[in-house]
């Protein structure tokens, strides 16, 4: 079943009686989209909260003259979406994009707000993992204010390998805040 993933990832972050597991995980939704489709426009409010089952996903930031940021990449298992809108219903600044053709789960915001109500459990897991996202924000924020662009490159290495071949190296030189042309030279030079 499409929600077997979800459910084991779930009950890694936090527990759920069966009558929760299964509530939450029929609330979900499927959604195959093919690559660089934008599922939230900067503008937009995120309205739905993904869970990945197959493909990559990054949110970026576009800045003046087109110039991108790419903040995060969602694999699976994970949860994708833009935290922050999809949490306070504001409007994004950023944008959700399939960098692959991706298979997802999604839930409304509406339709997890009727089941944080119902299942004070089901809040705790929301918490859980919006605490969880928050540690790996601000570890994230401490590698690009701290590490070297050397040291940026062997830490998303050591953690994430698998998307070198998954992921168009201009997106992962951006999400380390360096050029194309400084991240091709660490590949070329640092041993992984």
């Known amino acids: 079943m499409e929600t077997d993933e979800l459910k084991k990832f779930v009950s890694l972050i936090h527990p759920l009686t ?4 299964n509530t939450f995980a029929e609330s979900w939704h499927s ?3 093919k690559r ?15 869970f990945v ?6 949110a970026f930031y576009l800045a003046d003259e087109n110039r991108e940021a790419t903040i995060v990449f969602t694999y699976p298992p994970s949860f994708s979406g833009v935290a922050d809108s999809f949490l306070t219903q504001t409007p ?6 399939t960098v692959t053709a991706s298979r997802l789960l999604r839930i409304s915001y509406e339709q997890l707000q009727q089941l944080v109500k119902q299942y004070p459990n089901i ?10 996202a928050l540690k790996g924000a601000l570890h994230r924020h401490v590698e690009l204010q701290c590490f070297t662009n050397e ?3 062997k830490t998303l290495m050591q953690r994430s390998p698998h998307i070198l071949h998954l992921i168009p190296h ?15 030279k660490l590949l070329a030079t640092v041993k992984i």
Request: glycine share 6%; charged share 20%; aromatic share 16%.
């Open 18 to 21: 069966g009558e929760e597991m």
């Open 31 to 33: 959604l195959t989209v």
């Open 53 to 58: 089952l197959e493909g990559v996903q990054r």
């Open 170 to 184: 201009k997106y992962l030189a951006s999400y380390l805040g360096m050029n194309a042309t400084n991240f091709s």
């Open 151 to 153: 040291e940026k490159f």
């Open 92 to 97: 994004s600044l950023y944008f959700l994009e």
């Open 123 to 132: 809040q705790q897991l929301i918490f859980k993992a919006t605490a969880f």
């Open 36 to 50: 660089k489709t934008i599922l939230t426009a900067a503008g937009e409010t995120e309205r739905y909260l993904y």
